[in-house]
């Protein structure tokens, strides 16, 4: 809720705090010196010395603080006084005596008489005698703040401190604000001193970076912030952390969404800022107060020709009003001699505020028809016409704006334009211009993932057609409109109702084998969307062969993208794949946009559903760039959540949570993008043992599947929901839902999300003491996968069997399935089912006495589980018995005698060699071979051989 915020970090400073422990580890060893730290107000310079008296304390310092006020520069040693209030404060003896001895030497001067000068400099020398002998038994750091208002006897002393300090354990930090070194200000010529002959060294602390904004709004609101909102509060505090702060301030943070950041860029200034502002423009000369609100009108950046037309002022007059705005600090040169900018942007939003409406309203109109007498970009000049209220002039031009803004992919721009058309909307604007302007809106509303905005023009634009009998233009907006109702949560029956009632109404219709084709190939995206795949391929078949026809190539791209995503899923690869990427070339080398970001998200998101993460990545990194450059945020967004998904996956945690979680911050206009960053975060947080917070948000993300009726928003929440029980232990709840799981598969005979089950559920039947049903489940469940054959799918399959074959009792075929299964895992590098497999491996090794093994497989089970932090792993891997009481030599559960025999049967030699080698008889190297199979629970002497190069690699130094 809106009020006092303040960041509990610093962001942006490390380099400067590191600086600072640099000089306090030199001034520890004797080396003393003073620091300078500069910046504009609200940058942040109290939380930086902070932040060194911390780290001061820390090593063991004595710290002292002092700061100059408001008039201290008509005051007689103002700053030295409040230096000496904290000394004889202090519990030191040392530091209370210096306080004391300051202030009587200034007050006993203050009232001396005589050579003033004298006395002066007499006074300088000995405060800085005093500061610079004193002995507090430990290094001193002493922080001086806001010196731009400090006296001059003040600045005297501190500026005679940096020659004396080279030899005394003492840090002087002081800080000041460099945009109020006004003129003849003796702060701006102690600085100049102080630098130019090397005394001093200067921090001067930068603005905050869009990058190093969202860090610090994540930091305060405890999640990440929305691009958009960061991006506006960027806009409006020009990175000053102060303000920063006061902006998030004024968000409901509890509400705050993508589309906050209009309220961002709509809030009031900040009370504080917004008086200190006015307090300095109140100071001004009337004319040049006038010549500021004109600016402010104008906007952030004004030139000098526009400013002197507006103000209808002579322009020696507005230049000597911009001079003083320039010593004012509220304005600045622009990029070239005839522009200008306001320091801040809440300076001018200040000033625009305290400007009378009505005049407010004249100026704009002047500056309106200005602009566009001298040919200003229609944006520009219909945001003015739309302040002085001449509604016509800025539907006019904002129309014009808002097209081309859309052809150069500024979508977000074009959106807001599109809305000031509509704002603006003239009474006698014919329908069909009417829907063509709502269609627009929709169209950028959703690029932008503004997905109830969307709905919303759509169904104006659409009631509007069907209003004026125009069925063939409310047919063209329903393949839209169904898209945008996916978006947003309608379940698979609604959307196909609307695509159905839209080709009814084209029955008998003349020339719409356009809106024909294009309904078709959106039937054939949303059973896609479902995975039902025979309805899919039927659609689009009929969709390609009909846009062919017609030379629709928008409607051809979609088909086909939409076709080689159902081929994958069908577990045809061959042509599946190259189908979908050329599909994306071709979208490329047309320059149709919308084509080119949905290829690219078919593309990657099938990859990443079908466990081809190398192809996922890959299709995924460049789609999320592409959809950036064209501004089509919704493909951005999904795209970052599957891309998430890939991370996740591949057991990159870390970048996986990132990932997902500005996934979710920045595409909350979407339902498929939220859903998909839930699990992924509940997958996560399983994987990490926090079983609330996988619950909660697997939960949620299940919930809106299910509500959605839709396949591939259900069954991997919902999968998560029964892995999640199973490593609880709660493994009735684990097979219940994996029955769910596997019953909305089989109503579309998917196996692409029901692949995951299998090992679920036979390991929750197994872990049931149920071994009939865990066989019944994996066959059950193999029988769809292996009918798909989709390669990612089939490594399930085959450890299912090993687990199974462990289950009964036969090790060297268990292991043996199982470690087929690792290495599909590993090739495809699935790493969850991949750590449980090797986990699955030494559990054999265990039970067949390969206990050598069994530490060699769960060394890099803990060291790949450790990496990405799967503690569920790491607790079942601490629980599985590694070795008996007995076993206190390499080669157990052998005897060295027997190792050494292994050593030649590893070599290839027969009994009777080795026999001969060990002077033994052959009859007693029978015996020991024997022993050796039975202890290792195998059947060939082969096995004894890998076993013993396993123990040999084990035994071998690295």
Request: with cysteine.
């Given at each position: 809720?809106?009020?006092?915020?303040?960041s509990?970090?610093?962001?942006?400073?490390?380099?400067?705090?590191?600086?600072?422990g640099?000089r306090?580890?030199e001034?520890?060893?004797?080396?003393?010196?003073?620091?300078?730290?500069?910046g504009e107000?609200?940058i942040?310079?109290?939380?930086?010395?902070?932040?060194i008296?911390?780290?001061?304390?820390a090593k063991?310092f004595?710290?002292?603080?002092?700061?100059?006020?408001?008039?201290?520069?008509?005051s007689?040693?103002?700053?030295?006084?409040d230096?000496?209030g904290?000394?004889?404060?202090?519990?030191e003896?040392?530091?209370?005596?210096?306080?004391?001895?300051?202030?009587?030497?200034?007050?006993?001067?203050?009232?001396?008489?005589g050579?003033?000068h004298?006395?002066?400099?007499?006074?300088?020398?000995?405060?800085?005698?005093?500061?610079?002998?004193?002995?507090?038994?430990r290094p001193l750091?002493?922080i001086?703040?806001?010196?731009h208002w400090?006296?001059?006897?003040?600045?005297?002393?501190?500026?005679?401190?940096?020659?004396?300090l080279?030899?005394?354990?003492?840090?002087?930090?002081?800080?000041?604000?460099?945009?109020?070194?006004y003129?003849?200000?003796?702060?701006?010529?102690?600085?100049?001193?102080?630098?130019?002959?090397?005394?001093?060294?200067?921090i001067?602390?930068?603005?905050?970076?869009?990058?190093?904004?969202a860090?610090?709004?994540g930091?305060?609101?405890?999640?990440?912030?929305?691009?958009?909102v960061?991006?506006?509060?960027?806009?409006?505090?020009?990175?000053?952390?102060?303000?920063v702060?006061?902006?998030l301030?004024?968000?409901?943070?509890?509400?705050?969404?993508p589309?906050?950041?209009?309220?961002?860029?709509?809030?009031?200034?900040?009370?504080?800022?917004a008086?200190?502002?006015?307090s300095?423009?109140?100071?001004?000369?009337?004319r040049?107060?006038?010549v500021?609100?004109a600016?402010a009108v104008?906007?952030?950046?004004?030139?000098?020709?526009l400013?002197?037309?507006?103000?209808?002022?002579?322009?020696?007059?507005?230049?000597t009003a911009?001079?003083?705005?320039?010593?004012?600090?509220?304005?600045?040169?622009?990029?070239?001699?005839?522009?200008?900018?306001f320091?801040?942007?809440?300076?001018?939003?200040?000033?625009?505020a305290?400007?009378?409406?009505?005049?407010?309203?004249r100026?704009?109109?002047?500056?309106?028809r200005t602009?566009?007498?001298?040919?200003?970009?229609?944006?520009?000049v219909?945001?003015?016409?739309?302040h002085?209220?001449?509604?016509e002039?800025?539907?006019?031009?904002?129309?014009?704006a808002?097209?081309?803004?859309?052809?150069?992919?500024?979508h977000?721009?074009?959106?807001?334009l599109y809305?000031?058309?509509?704002r603006n909307?003239?009474?006698?604007?014919p329908?069909?211009?009417?829907?063509?302007l709502?269609?627009?809106?929709?169209?950028e509303?959703?690029a932008?993932?503004?997905?109830?905005?969307?709905?919303a023009?759509?169904r104006?634009?659409h009631?509007?057609?069907?209003g004026?009998?125009?069925v063939?233009a409310?047919?063209?907006l329903?393949?839209r409109?169904?898209?945008?109702?996916?978006l947003?949560g309608?379940?698979?029956?609604?959307?196909?109702?609307t695509?159905?009632t839209?080709?009814?109404?084209?029955?008998?219709?003349?020339?719409?084998?356009?809106?024909?084709?294009?309904l078709?190939?959106?039937m054939?995206a949303?059973?896609?969307?479902?995975?039902r795949?025979?309805?899919a391929?039927?659609?689009?078949?009929?969709?390609?062969a009909e846009?062919?026809r017609?030379?629709?190539?928008?409607a051809?791209?979609?088909?086909?993208?939409t076709?080689?995503?159902?081929l994958?899923?069908a577990?045809r690869m061959?042509p599946?794949?190259?189908?979908?990427?050329e599909?994306?070339?071709?979208?490329?080398?047309?320059?149709?946009?919308?084509e080119v970001?949905?290829?690219?998200?078919?593309?990657?998101?099938?990859?990443?559903?079908l466990?081809?993460?190398?192809?996922?990545?890959?299709?995924?990194?460049?789609?999320?760039?592409y959809a950036?450059?064209?501004?089509l945020?919704?493909?951005?967004?999904?795209?970052a959540?599957?891309l998430?998904?890939?991370?996740?996956?591949?057991?990159?945690w870390?970048?996986a949570?990132r990932?997902?979680?500005?996934a979710?911050?920045?595409?909350?206009?979407?339902i498929?993008?939220?859903?998909?960053a839930?699990y992924?975060?509940?997958?996560?947080?399983?994987?990490?043992?926090?079983w609330?917070?996988?619950?909660?948000l697997?939960?949620e993300?299940?919930?809106q599947?299910?509500?959605?009726?839709?396949l591939q928003?259900l069954?991997?929440?919902?999968?998560?929901?029964?892995?999640?029980a199973?490593?609880?232990?709660d493994?009735?709840?684990?097979?219940?839902?994996?029955?769910?799981g596997?019953?909305?598969?089989?109503n579309?005979?998917?196996?692409?999300?029901?692949f995951?089950?299998l090992?679920?559920?036979?390991?929750a039947?197994?872990?049931?003491?149920?071994?009939?049903?865990?066989?019944?489940?994996?066959?059950k469940?193999?029988?769809?996968?292996t009918?798909?054959a989709?390669?990612?799918?089939?490594?399930?399959?085959?450890?299912?069997r090993?687990l199974?074959?462990?289950?009964?009792?036969?090790?060297p075929?268990?292991?043996?399935?199982?470690?087929?299964?690792?290495?599909?895992?590993?090739?495809?590098r699935?790493?969850?089912?991949?750590?449980?497999c090797?986990?699955?491996?030494a559990?054999?090794?265990?039970?067949?006495?390969?206990?050598?093994?069994a530490?060699?497989?769960l060394t890099?089970?803990?060291?790949?589980?450790?990496?990405?932090g799967?503690?569920?792993?790491?607790t079942?891997?601490?629980?599985l018995?590694?070795t008996?009481?007995r076993?206190?030599?390499?080669?157990?559960?052998?005897?060295?005698?027997?190792?050494e025999?292994s050593?030649?049967?590893?070599?290839?030699?027969t009994?009777r060699?080795?026999?001969?080698r060990?002077?033994?008889?052959?009859?007693?190297?029978?015996?020991?071979?024997?022993?050796?199979?039975?202890?290792l629970?195998?059947?060939?002497?082969?096995?004894?051989?890998?076993?013993?190069?396993?123990?040999q690699r084990?035994?071998?130094p690295?």
């Open positions: 809720m809106p009020g006092v915020i303040q509990p970090v610093l962001v942006g400073r490390d380099e400067f705090v590191a600086l600072a640099r306090l580890a001034v520890a060893d004797g080396a003393g010196q003073l620091l300078l730290v500069a107000a609200g942040g310079k109290t939380r930086l010395l902070g932040a008296e911390r780290r001061a304390r063991g004595m710290v002292v603080r002092a700061a100059a006020f408001p008039g201290d520069m008509q007689f040693a103002g700053l030295l006084l230096l000496a904290d000394l004889a404060a202090a519990p003896p040392e530091l209370s005596d210096l306080g004391h001895a300051i202030a009587s030497r200034v007050r006993a001067i203050s009232t001396a008489e050579d003033a004298h006395r002066r400099r007499l006074l300088v020398r000995d405060l800085v005698d005093l500061l610079i002998t004193a002995e507090p038994g750091l002493m001086l703040e806001d010196l400090a006296d001059q006897l003040s600045l005297d002393v501190v500026g005679h401190l940096p020659p004396r080279g030899t005394r354990p003492m840090l002087v930090a002081c800080a000041y604000r460099s945009d109020e070194l003129p003849k200000l003796p702060m701006r010529d102690l600085r100049a001193r102080l630098l130019t002959q090397r005394l001093a060294e200067e001067r602390l930068p603005r905050l970076r869009p990058e190093q904004i860090t610090m709004a930091t305060v609101l405890g999640r990440p912030a929305p691009a958009q960061v991006a506006a509060i960027h806009s409006r505090s020009d990175g000053i952390p102060l303000h702060e006061e902006l301030a004024a968000v409901d943070q509890d509400l705050l969404t589309q906050s950041g209009a309220a961002v860029l709509a809030a009031a200034v900040p009370d504080t800022l008086e200190a502002v006015l300095r423009a109140h100071g001004l000369a009337a040049t107060r006038q500021a609100s600016a104008i906007g952030r950046s004004f030139d000098f020709d400013l002197c037309t507006v103000t209808e002022a002579d322009p020696s007059d507005v230049a911009l001079r003083e705005l320039r010593d004012a600090l509220l304005v600045l040169p622009g990029t070239d001699a005839a522009t200008f900018d320091r801040h942007a809440l300076i001018r939003d200040t000033l625009y305290d400007t009378d409406l009505p005049v407010r309203r100026l704009h109109e002047s500056v309106a602009a566009a007498e001298r040919g200003y970009r229609d944006e520009f219909s945001a003015h016409f739309e002085a209220q001449r509604t002039d800025a539907h006019r031009h904002a129309l014009a808002a097209r081309e803004a859309a052809s150069i992919s500024a977000r721009e074009s959106l807001d809305r000031r058309a509509v909307l003239p009474a006698g604007l329908v069909m211009d009417r829907v063509r709502f269609a627009a809106l929709g169209d509303a959703a932008t993932d503004d997905n109830e905005a969307a709905a023009a759509y104006t634009a009631e509007l057609a069907v004026v009998g125009e063939r409310a047919a063209d329903a393949p409109m169904v898209a945008v109702a996916h947003l309608a379940d698979l029956d609604t959307r196909v109702r695509l159905r839209a080709l009814d109404s084209l029955e008998g219709v003349a020339g719409a084998d356009r809106e024909r084709t294009r078709w190939s959106a054939a949303a059973y896609m969307l479902d995975r795949l025979d309805e391929i039927e659609q689009g078949e009929r969709a390609r846009s062919l017609i030379d629709d190539e928008e051809a791209l979609n088909a086909e993208a076709l080689g995503s159902v994958v899923f577990g061959q599946g794949w190259p189908y979908l990427e599909a994306v070339r071709r979208a490329c080398r047309a320059d149709r946009e919308a970001a949905r290829g690219y998200r078919m593309v990657g998101t099938s990859a990443s559903v466990v081809e993460y190398d192809r996922a990545q890959a299709w995924l990194e460049e789609g999320v760039q950036e450059q064209v501004e945020w919704n493909h951005r967004h999904y795209m959540a599957h998430a998904h890939v991370h996740w996956a591949v057991g990159d870390d970048t949570t990932t997902a979680e500005h979710l911050a920045d595409g909350r206009g979407g498929t993008t939220r859903i998909t839930q992924v975060l509940g997958y996560l947080a399983m994987g990490r043992g926090d609330t917070a996988a619950a909660g697997l939960g993300a299940s919930a599947g299910e509500a959605m009726a839709e928003r069954s991997p929440p919902l999968w998560g929901l029964a892995e999640a199973r490593c609880q232990g493994h009735a709840t684990a097979v219940t839902l994996c029955e769910r596997h019953q909305a598969s089989a579309v005979t998917d196996a692409a999300y029901l995951p089950y090992l679920t559920g036979v390991r039947h197994l872990a049931l003491g149920d071994t009939d049903a865990a066989e019944a489940w994996a066959e469940v193999s029988a769809v996968l009918a798909r989709i390669p990612g799918t089939l490594p399930a399959v085959e450890h299912a090993g199974l074959l462990f289950a009964r009792g036969d090790l075929a268990a292991q043996l399935a199982l470690q087929s299964a690792q290495l599909s895992w590993q090739t495809r699935r790493f969850w089912e991949g750590a449980w090797l986990l699955d491996l559990a054999v090794a265990v039970k067949s006495r390969q206990h050598a093994e530490a060699r497989l890099r089970l803990r060291a790949d589980a450790t990496k990405a799967a503690i569920p792993v790491l079942a891997a601490d629980a018995p590694l008996s009481p076993a206190t030599v390499p080669w157990h559960p052998l005897t060295a005698r027997e190792f025999v050593q030649f049967v590893a070599a290839g030699l009994n060699q080795i026999a001969e060990l002077v033994l008889s052959p009859k007693t190297i029978s015996a020991h071979v024997e022993h050796i199979l039975t202890k629970g195998a059947s060939r002497r082969t096995e004894i051989a890998a076993w013993y190069a396993t123990v084990d035994l071998t690295k």
